[in-house]
Nanobody, 123 residues
Framework: QVQLVESGGGLVQAGGSLRLSCAASGRTFSSYDMGWFRQAAGKEREFVAI????????NYADSVKGRFTISRDNAKNTVYLQMNSLKPEDTAVYYC????????????????WGKGTLVTVSS
């Protein structure tokens, strides 16, 4: 079955950096977007960043634009989130997400989520 495993979360001081990884297995993820969402305590889950299968198209939430960089390595079925200049408001559980696009949706209409990795940014 499809499994997404996040790693790289932890405790970091404001201004520091972390790199999150999400390794996906159980499918060939061609034509799947891969992205990151986060959920802070007491708040709704929110979009953070997404990257297309080719890696040529990315999108970021305004709150992280210029600080976070998303990338993927299709040979490893892994998506990364490089987080720089971290702020306390970035504290959240970060979830990996994969979603089929285009023709891939004909064979797999499911959207997949990891269990999350906690990022805590201290002030």
């Amino acid at each position: 079955q499809v499994q997404l495993v996040e790693s790289g979360g932890g405790l970091v001081q404001a201004g520091g950096s972390l790199r999150l990884s999400c390794a996906a297995s159980g499918r060939t993820f061609s034509s799947y977007d891969m992205g990151w969402f986060r959920q802070a305590a007491g708040k709704e889950r929110e979009f953070v960043a997404i990257v297309s299968w080719s890696g040529g198209s990315t999108n970021y939430a305004d709150s992280v634009k210029g600080r976070f960089t998303i990338s993927r390595d299709n040979a490893k079925n892994t998506v990364y989130l490089q987080m720089n200049s971290l702020k306390p408001e970035d504290t959240a559980v970060y979830y990996c997400n994969v979603k089929p696009r285009g023709l891939a949706r004909l064979t797999d209409a499911m959207e997949y989520w990891g269990k999350g990795t906690l990022v805590t940014v201290s002030s």
